[in-house]
């Protein structure tokens, strides 16, 4: 199972990106899907994650109010629109398919989630 991150790129600070997650999975719908990021020399962290309806969402509290992370059903798709980036916001960013359907229930933990893409780098410069 494959997942594409795209929508990396250069912006500057204040400035936006839209990152996207796809997959031709076709179960992909059914579970939740997370975004993390690895910054250089650091260790990955959790970012933002929505449940399989997109009804749920959560986000890290260095995210909350800037990022937001929806889906598209019929483009089997999730998105995380990127406000206001920081410089901290440098990373290469992953998306995370889970592969339990939990309901409601979005995990954050790394471990909980099966299906990883590639990673797209977001720099921003100050």
């Known amino acids: 199972v494959q997942l594409q991150a795209s929508g990396g790129g250069l912006a500057q600070a204040g400035g936006s990106l839209r990152l996207s997650c796809t997959t031709s999975?076709?179960?992909?719908?059914?579970?939740?899907v997370g975004w993390f990021r690895q910054a250089p020399g650091k260790a990955r962290e959790f970012v933002a994650a929505?449940?399989?309806?997109?009804?749920?969402?959560i986000y890290a509290d260095s995210v909350n109010g800037r990022f937001t992370i929806s889906r598209d059903h019929d483009k089997n798709t999730v998105f995380l629109q990127m406000n206001n980036l920081q410089f901290e916001d440098t990373a290469v960013y992953y998306c995370?398919?889970?592969?339990?359907?939990?309901?409601?229930?979005?995990?954050?933990?790394?471990?909980?989630?099966?299906?990883w893409g590639q990673g797209t780098l977001v720099t921003v410069s100050s």
């Open positions: 929505i449940s399989f309806s997109g009804s749920t969402t």
């Open positions: 995370a398919a889970d592969h339990q359907f939990r309901g409601e229930e979005v995990p954050r933990p790394m471990g909980e989630y099966d299906y």
């Open positions: 999975m076709r179960t992909f719908n059914s579970y939740a």
